[in-house]
């Protein structure tokens, strides 16, 4: 999350208002996905919420992608 707030001032946006929050997701997630592979595995994106707080483990996440997944 650093690196998206650093990269973004660097490229002279000083704030995220005004950017839809579907850019937002697409800067993260570019951020993220440091091996440019087009996806995140489950590990990845566990190990950079918890880093945020916003889980507490690998079967959250397994649930939360579960619950929003449109092919089970």
Do not use: P
């Not at 997701?25 to 440091?34: E, L, V």
């Not at 489950?42 to 916003?54: K, N």
């Amino acid at each position: 999350m650093e690196d998206w707030i650093i990269s973004r001032k660097m490229s002279g946006m000083k704030s995220v208002s005004g950017v839809s929050n579907m850019d937002i997701a697409k800067d993260i997630f570019n951020t993220w996905d440091t091996e440019n592979k087009g996806f995140l595995t489950i590990d990845e994106l566990t190990e950079h919420l918890m880093s945020l707080g916003l889980c507490t483990s690998r079967q959250y996440v397994v649930r939360l992608l579960s619950a929003i997944s449109t092919s089970g």
